[in-house]
């Protein structure tokens, strides 16, 4: 009998286990990719035992995903509402932190956006506009939160296209599936997208991009997941988000 419960017990403690020594595993909004990817080297760096994976979307769908048990030890959200919606449903462990605020930009790798105001997305050149999904994505909220503000949502209506999130959002304007669009400062920040001039939209005109992050009930008892976010403090990891038009908090 002894040793059945011995062997039973092995078997409920292990998929903890492996769980605890297994990779840890973010979830990130998309506006991060190319900033997160940098401050994940660098920790690499630090950390050369530590395995990171990261996946990359839009905040909205990825809370829907651990709140129906996706197995994600850290969520760093375009939004801090989405972290505290899972803090205040009991899937998150930790209050949930802010890490930075984004801003939003016109970026056309077809003209010159640093010259165009909102109000030039009316014009008849300009047929097609994109911009993340407001209904899911915090960058898409924003960037039509901007445009009533500045009077011109109803007109757009024809010419706006939506990405599933901000990174596709830039990329359907780099392949030429709409003229212009509005993406995060972050991304027209990345070198290739850099060579390109944009146009930093008023943050008057909109909501504060306050995004923030949790540990996950399921990055509890993980060890890498509060060293990983404990080097997000860290001044290797605000130099980098900061490169990337990131506003830190505690900077001001």
């Known amino acids: 009998?002894?040793?059945?419960?011995?062997?039973?017990?092995?078997?409920?403690?292990?998929?903890?286990?492996?769980?605890?020594?297994?990779?840890?595993?973010?979830?990130?909004a998309s506006d991060l990719r190319f900033a997160l990817d940098e401050i994940v080297e660098a920790y690499r760096e630090a950390y050369p035992d530590d395995r990171v994976r990261v996946?990359?979307?839009?905040?909205?769908?990825?809370?829907?995903?651990?709140?129906?048990?996706?197995?994600?030890?850290?969520?760093f959200s375009a939004d801090i509402a989405y972290p505290k919606r899972l803090h205040a449903e009991g899937a998150a462990v930790t209050e949930p932190s802010v890490y930075a605020i984004?801003?939003?930009?016109?970026?056309?790798?077809?003209?010159?956006?640093?010259?165009?105001?909102?109000?030039?997305?009316?014009?008849?050149?300009?047929?097609?506009?994109?911009?993340?999904?407001?209904?899911?994505?915090p960058y898409g909220v924003r960037a039509q939160e901007a445009l009533k503000a500045a009077g011109v949502w109803d007109a757009l209506q024809p010419k706006i296209v939506n990405g599933d999130n901000i990174a596709q959002t830039a990329r359907m304007v780099q392949a030429g599936g709409a003229d212009i669009g509005i993406i995060a400062l972050s991304l027209a920040e990345f070198p290739d997208l850099a060579e390109h001039p944009h146009y930093l939209i008023d943050d008057a005109l909109h909501e504060p991009l306050t995004q923030g992050f949790v540990i996950t009930r399921r990055g509890a008892d993980k060890d890498t997941a509060h060293r990983f976010a404990g080097f997000m403090g860290r001044d290797t990891a605000r130099e980098i988000m900061q490169r990337y038009g990131f506003e830190m908090p505690g900077s001001g």
């Open 1 to 28: 009998m002894h040793l059945r419960a011995l062997l039973l017990t092995l078997v409920l403690l292990l998929p903890g286990l492996a769980h605890a020594s297994g990779p840890l595993t973010i979830a990130a």
């Open 55 to 75: 996946t990359y979307g839009s905040s909205g769908r990825m809370t829907t995903q651990i709140l129906n048990g996706a197995p994600y030890d850290i969520f």
């Open 102 to 137: 984004g801003r939003i930009v016109l970026w056309s790798n077809r003209m010159d956006a640093s010259e165009l105001t909102l109000e030039d997305l009316t014009r008849d050149d300009i047929r097609r506009v994109a911009i993340a999904s407001p209904t899911h994505a």
